[in-house]
T-cell receptor, first 114, second 110 residues
Framework: DSGVTQTPKHLITATGQRVTLRCSPRSGDLSVYWYQQSLDQGLQFLIHYYNGEERAKGNILERFSAQQFPDLHSELNLSSLELGDSALYFC?????????????FGPGTRLTVL | AQSVTQLGSHVSVSEGALVLLRCNYSSSVPPYLFWYVQYPNQGLQLLLKYTTGATLVKGINGFEAEFKKSETSFHLTKPSAHMSDAAEYFCASTGGKLQFGAGTQVVVTP
């Protein structure tokens, strides 16, 4: 158990819909990262928040957005969903934003778009 | 920008045999390098990491990796494979954001 929690574990929805994925980091960690894992794209970095502020963006679509709240939990919002958005979404947390920090991964949310 | 390349998307090893997973990195500056393991239906778990100092890094579950700057490599090894080592393994590097390789699926045969 990494100490990172993600809800829900599974999500099934329809094209065009909007969903919110939630992540609670390990106690004391200030950074939260979001990743998408799919068969064709592999593991892709989406976005990084540190202590409430966006710190880095990766391959995140404009239809996707995220935020980190004062209690440090984070939410990833996916809107106008397409079939291709079906994937595993992971969040990870780390103590700071240092490159040498270990990122601790949550169990993931499996999103299926029908 | 840094990136990593994992050689071989699938590796099959016999129980008790050496496990060798290859990773090469590309970076203009010395990177931080990581190996993660992903078991079926689970998140990623850190096996080991190289930041600075000793180039031979020991990790969990008997794995180790050696940072070789001259070869820009960070190969992962385990002397004797167990059935429980069957999983997907990812090499990653970071100079800011973590970049993952494509992953290597390890199958262990009895």
């Amino acid at each position: 158990d990494s100490g990172v929690t993600q809800t829900p574990k599974h999500l099934i929805t329809a094209t065009g819909q909007r969903v919110t994925l939630r992540c609670s980091p390990r106690s004391g960690d200030l950074s939260v990262y979001w990743y998408q894992q799919s068969l064709d794209q592999g593991l892709q970095f989406l976005i990084h928040y540190y202590n409430g502020e966006e710190r880095a963006k990766g391959n995140i679509l404009e239809r996707f957005s995220a935020q980190q709240f004062p209690d440090l939990h984070s939410e990833l919002n996916l809107s106008s969903l397409e079939l291709g958005d079906s994937a595993l979404y992971f969040c990870a947390s780390s103590p700071t934003f240092a490159g040498a920090d270990t990122q601790y991964f949550g169990p993931g949310t499996r999103l299926t778009v029908l | 920008a840094q990136s990593v390349t994992q050689l071989g998307s699938h590796v099959s090893v016999s129980e008790g045999a050496l496990v060798l997973l290859r990773c090469n990195y590309s970076s203009s500056v010395p990177p931080y390098l990581f190996w993660y393991v992903q078991y079926p239906n689970q998140g990623l778990q850190l096996l080991l990491k190289y930041t600075t100092g000793a180039t031979l890094v020991k990790g969990i579950n008997g794995f180790e990796a050696e940072f070789k700057k001259s070869e820009t490599s960070f190969h992962l090894t385990k002397p004797s494979a167990h059935m429980s080592d069957a999983a997907e393994y990812f090499c990653a590097s970071t100079g800011g954001k973590l970049q993952f390789g494509a992953g290597t699926q390890v199958v262990v045969t009895p």
